[in-house]
């Protein structure tokens, strides 16, 4: 007998939610709509970015172009394995900008295609126009092919949000009161000040709460792009991006896809909640610390052995000392992957090199203290972004094709 994965009642809650907001058709278009970017950058100005944008456009026209070391070096692609660039930890507009200006500066640094954060989708970071100038500056000006957004179901909301969620859905959630309108989810297992490992845990019907938040982001800022962490969102994702197409999801290591026999489950979700044209809402699933190439390898065999659509892949290549085992490095591993033919997107959680604030603490500052802090972040994800430079800058020269964003190509 095949138990289905979301029971007619969790569709039900799920469908209600998505109606609540007009519809599967009026979020997608207001999405697609909000991607503009005019429609951006006169949103973004009108609550006070628009001087951070100019600088973000001057600064990306001194961006160097992977053309021009191509040619300094010689290099031809004669081998197939594609690696693709990614780095994490671009919280919010001011830690994106402060970054820019040192890549800028430095004049050879190669730009990332995906690019990762970790803040959380608080009322401030969404409505204040914090979310959509770094989303401008990442996917408009920079041309990132992916910015990943993460929504942490444990941050204090509106208590009428909550309230409004449980009578459009029928279900109720498990919270306390923090006062002045305010509440929050109760989580059992804390590891961080908004939950198990940021969102890990996912109680009872909390999953609703972890979609909710995302179509709020995605209405207000044409955000489309979302970290998964937890088994029962992944689900809930899945299906909900059937319907809504313009969005599609990361699923986290942190979920622990350690092996084969997990990445199996993953597809078994992906093949139940496929979309009318057969494509997932599933866009990247990133393999854990603990797996060896020959099991990544494995996994991209399976995925396609099976007919799925295509999902891509990625390994963490340095990791802060908070997700893992100290020096942990990935870049050789890398080596036998694409030697092998395997496609990879290289995922640079740090540049292995211990400095402040390279740790999981700034992923959960609060917004005024992230804001303060932005150069000590910033130079952080600078020094990802050499790390990742240098190490996909050997990848072309052992023969492999490598994706970066669209400023660091010539038009």
Known sequence: MHYGLLSNRDMKAIDALIDAYGGPKQVGDAIAANRDYQHRKK??????????????????RQFPKVEDFIAKEGIKTTRKGVCTTQVSGFQGA???????????????????????????????YVYSGDLLATLTMAENILGASKFCSTNLIGIPWPE????????????????????????????????????????I?????????????????????????????SWSTIVAACYFGRMIPEVSFKISMLLSTQNVVIFRMLMNIIKEYLRDDGTTPIYEINIGNAASPETFLQCAHDLKASGLPKVTLAAHLRINPDLGMEGFDWTENTHKVLDAGGDITIKYESDGTSRPYDTMEAYFLPDKERDEKAELIGDVIYHKCIRCTKDVQEIMRRGHAARFARIAHKA
């Open 201 to 229: 845990e996912v109680g009872d019907n909390n999953h609703l709460i972890y979609l909710d938040g995302i179509i709020r982001a995605a209405l207000e800022t044409g955000a489309n792009f979302f970290l998964n962490p």
């Open 160 to 199: 009428e949000r909550f309230a409004r969620i449980e009578k459009v859905t029928g279900e109720k959630f498990d919270r306390r009161d923090l006062g002045d309108g305010l509440s929050q989810l109760i989580l059992k297992n804390m590891g961080t000040p908004f939950g198990n490992f940021g969102g």
């Open 94 to 124: 001011y830690v994106t900008l402060d970054c820019m200006r040192r890549i800028a500066e430095h004049g050879d640094i190669l730009f990332p295609t995906e690019m990762i954060s970790v803040v959380a989708l608080t009322e401030h």
């Open 43 to 60: 949103a973004a100005a009108d609550k006070g970015f628009g001087e951070m944008l100019e600088k973000a456009e001057s600064y990306s």
